[in-house]
């Protein structure tokens, strides 16, 4: 198993397909977009939130935080009730909700 700095599917692919690992772990990729896999075999990889590797969630890990992906408050409408807050009540405490698009 390889892991670290994975975030994209064509890199995880090239990894695999070059025989340098049997899996691969895509930690950070995951948090920042829970739904990145299904939008892949989907084909809406351009839909993608990108994990910008800027260790945030790691050092709210290390402080013993709740663990939170900065790029998950981008999405919150300030007073919006339906968006969980962590218990700082400053970051969304999950990543926000996506639906595939209706098909054409």
């Known amino acids: 198993v390889t892991s670290g700095g994975i975030g994209s599917f064509d890199l995880a692919e090239e990894i695999l ?6 899996a691969v772990a895509a ?6 977009d829970p739904d990145w896999f299904r939008k892949i075999r989907l084909g809406l ?5 990108r994990c910008e590797f800027t260790n945030y969630c790691e050092g709210l890990d290390q402080r013993h935080k709740q663990v939170t992906c900065k790029l998950w408050d981008r999405a919150v ?4 009730p339906s968006v969980r807050l962590a218990e ?3 970051r969304r ?5 996506w639906s595939p698009p209706p098909p054409e």
């Open 17 to 22: 397909a070059r025989g340098e690992a049997d």
């Open 27 to 32: 930690a950070r990729q995951t948090l920042a």
């Open 45 to 49: 990889g351009h839909l993608v939130r």
């Open 77 to 80: 409408e300030p007073g919006d």
């Open 88 to 90: 700082d009540g400053k």
């Open 93 to 97: 405490l999950n990543a926000p909700e």
